[in-house]
């Protein structure tokens, strides 16, 4: 799939998470450095903050915290609401909304690729598209709840894929467009940032010091 030109040629299938608010960049990086966070930082973009976890689908933090779990942290300790988005081999998009230590919008793209052993979830369309009015006002943007829910409630033909969903939701919402292009860090970002924009953290250091603390949590963290 092309997202930014013929020149950025992407794969199929690709896997990747982001976590967005628009809380102070120092006070992210103070909280993720403080949950031992494993990625990257990115530097502000029209108000928001990019966090970008080394493992999408793994243990990204301390206590064996996946992302959706290390953003209601987050949004606890800096008081800013944050959205954590996963997409998973471009055929499932997951999306959480937490205020403070609590989730105010959860949204499945496609229940059946996110639980293939629940026959019935095969039938029951996305869910969770009844919550685009509040996600649409925690990004400051309410007047784009009707377009938000349409792009959350529509059922993708056989060769779209869910980064052009993410990639319209980022429109809509006035997110970063390079969201979609974050599996390529640790290198540029197509259409973002350069690779330096961004801070690395392994186990919530950086340098050396974070590579010895990586090594250390690799024991107990899982990638899936």
Known sequence: MTIFGTDVDRPEGLTYAVVLTRA???????????????????PVDAGWVVAVPETPLGHVAARRQHVEEVAGTLSAAVGTPVVVVIVTRDELLQLWAWDGTAVVAEYVSDPSVADPDDESAAWSGPTGVHEAPALAALAGRPEAADAVGELLGEELGESEHESERLMALARALGWPEWLVAVDSLPRRVPGGPDADAFLRLRAGRTGAAGLLAARAAKVVRRDH
């Open 24 to 42: 102070d960049r120092d006070a992210v990086v103070d909280a993720l450095t403080a949950e031992r966070f494993s990625g990257w930082v990115g």
